[in-house]
């Protein structure tokens, strides 16, 4: 199967990924991170990052990321916004299944100031720094929103995540009713601010991007939720997300 050619070889993800891409993507390397992105967006379209394969163990996510492509839906969304991806950040840890990267990072911890609340290391990552090595173009493509994908490995419960600072909104709500769907969910408020600090997330909305949102499917060991059904949820509320800003740029 094609999947299993896939895992854990980064190289070939990533040639796959681009072969499924709608025309006139552009490929950009910063740093150890592979972005795609519109050549010529839309300068009246809301642009959006869509990123995974944060934490190399998490590959549901990212296969998922893959699955969504195959749906033309997102050819529908890819008319009326302007959608990059960043489809495997972390190439090491998926190469090694693992969540922290080779030099034992967490990839997905960006900010050396409030790092040391997590780990010892008090240096971004080193995918995060090629990230921000490039922050005029990760900003630019994310202007209108970010939404990443994740999979819960050591909690039993999936999520849903919007960082906001204004008045609440039902984004969060529906993404967890759809989460529900499919497997046990968080029985606390979806909706955060800057709590998690220090993660990438935190950092993106920091920098003032609008709807940072993120998706955790439950995928530890003891919880048998079947990769397939993680990969349908993921795909599912990625919908809702696209269909989120196409209303919102209306």
């Not at 033309?72 to 972390?90: A, G, Q, T």
């Not at 967490?106 to 409030?114: L, V």
């Not at 998690?196 to 048998?224: D, I, R, Y």
């Amino acid at each position: 199967m094609i999947d299993s050619f896939l895992r854990h070889n980064g190289n070939h993800y990533l040639a796959e990924f681009a072969k499924r891409l709608p025309s006139g993507y552009a490929r950009t390397e910063a740093g150890k991170v592979t972005i795609f992105h519109p050549n010529h967006p839309d300068p009246d379209a809301p642009s959006i990052l869509i990123g995974t394969g944060w934490h190399g163990d998490e590959q549901g996510a990212t296969l998922a990321l893959m699955d969504f492509l195959d749906f033309e839906d997102s050819r529908f969304f890819s008319r009326h916004v302007n959608i990059s991806y960043m489809p495997l950040v972390s190439v090491e840890g998926n190469a090694m299944g693992t969540r922290m990267n080779m030099r034992g990072e967490d990839p997905n911890y960006a900010e050396p100031d409030k790092r040391k609340l997590v780990t010892n290391i008090l240096e971004p990552s080193s995918e995060a720094q090629g990230l921000f090595d490039n922050l005029d173009l990760v900003l630019r493509l994310a202007r209108n929103g970010y939404y990443t994908m994740h999979e819960e490995m050591r909690n039993r419960f999936g999520g849903a995540y919007v960082y906001y600072d204004g008045e609440e909104d039902t984004l969060p709500f529906t993404l967890l009713n759809e989460l529900e769907q499919w497997m046990v969910i968080s029985d606390t408020t979806p909706i955060i601010d800057t709590h998690k600090k220090g993660s990438f997330e935190a950092f993106m909305h920091e920098k003032g991007v609008p709807e940072v949102t993120c998706v955790e499917t439950l995928a530890c060991p003891q919880c048998e939720v079947p990769e397939r059904v993680r990969r349908i949820a993921h795909v599912n509320c990625l919908r809702i997300y696209c269909e989120h800003i196409v209303a919102m740029g209306k």
